[in-house]
C-alpha cells in the first residue's frame, strides 16, 4: 500500500510563512495585501491557479510578477531547514518500517519541495513524489493518477493524507481512501465534506486508521 501525503500543512509546519510571504509579495507588486484567511484557503493549489483567486481582476503580467516575488519572499523569511510537525518524522519511520510505501502529492513547485527536502536529508525518503507545476494543479486528481501509475498501485492499494479540501477531493474524485488532518488550513466541516475514512488532530493517530492498522498488524 502506498500512503501519499499533502506536504505543506499536513507534513511541514509552512502555513504561517506562506501567509507572510504572499503577503510580502503582494506589497511588493502593489496589489492589494491579502488577508491570512484568503491565503490559508488557496493553500494546496498552484500558484497559476492561485493568484487568480487571490487578486481578482489582476493581470496574467501582474500574477507572472506575483509568483516570482513569492518565491523570492518564501526563501527570505525561511529560517533554514523546514520545521516538520509534530509527530510527521516518527509516523513516518513507522509506515516504513510497517511496509508502506511512502508518496507526496504537492502544491509546491519541484524546485521548493526539492529545496526543503534536501535541507532535512530526506530527498530519497518518498518512492514518488508530483509538484504543481509538473502536472494539473489540485483539485484535479492527475498527480495522484500519476503517482499511481509510478508505482503500480491501484485507489484500492492508496491513502490520501492531507489538510485541505483540495486533497480529499481530489482523491475523492478518483474514489480514494483520504484522511483529513484538522491542524492544517482547512476546518474539520470542510474536510468532512469529502468522506475521509478519518479526521485526526495528531499525525500519530494515523496509526489507528483501519487500513493503515491491518496492514501493520499482518506486515
Not at 498552484?46 to 516575488?69: I, R
Not at 483540495?166 to 483520504?178: E, F, K, P, T, V
Not at 475514512?197 to 494515523?206: F, G, H
Not at 493503515?212 to 498488524?217: K, V
Request: charged share 20%.
Amino acid at each position: 500500500m502506498i500512503v501519499i501525503f499533502d506536504w505543506d500543512g499536513t507534513l511541514c509546519d509552512s502555513v504561517e510563512q506562506i501567509v507572510q510571504a504572499m503577503q510580502a509579495a503582494a506589497e511588493a507588486c502593489d496589489l492589494p495585501v491579502p488577508e491570512a484567511a484568503a491565503v490559508r484557503h488557496i493553500i494546496g493549489l498552484s500558484l497559476v491557479t492561485a493568484m487568480p483567486l487571490l487578486f481578482p481582476g489582476s493581470t496574467a503580467a501582474q500574477q507572472e510578477a506575483m509568483q516570482v516575488a513569492y518565491a523570492s519572499s518564501y526563501q527570505a523569511l525561511d529560517p533554514g531547514p523546514a520545521r516538520l510537525h509534530e509527530g510527521a518524522l516518527e509516523t513516518l519511520e513507522w509506515l516504513r518500517s510497517a511496509g508502506f510505501e511512502l508518496a507526496v502529492a504537492t502544491g509546491k513547485s519541484r524546485r521548493g519541495l526539492d529545496r526543503v527536502l534536501k535541507g532535512l536529508g530526506m530527498e530519497t525518503y518518498f518512492q514518488s513524489t508530483r509538484c504543481a507545476d509538473e502536472t494539473r494543479s489540485k483539485p484535479h486528481p492527475m498527480m495522484l493518477e500519476e503517482i499511481l501509475a509510478a508505482r503500480g498501485k491501484t485507489v484500492h492499494n492508496a491513502l490520501m493524507v492531507g489538510d485541505s479540501a483540495y486533497d480529499l477531493d481530489m482523491a475523492q474524485r478518483i474514489g480514494m481512501a483520504s484522511v483529513g488532518v484538522t491542524f492544517g488550513v482547512h476546518s474539520r466541516e470542510q474536510l468532512a465534506h469529502h468522506h475521509p475514512v478519518a479526521l485526526i488532530d495528531r499525525l500519530e493517530a494515523l496509526r489507528s486508521v483501519p487500513q493503515l492498522a491491518a496492514q501493520a498488524s499482518t506486515g
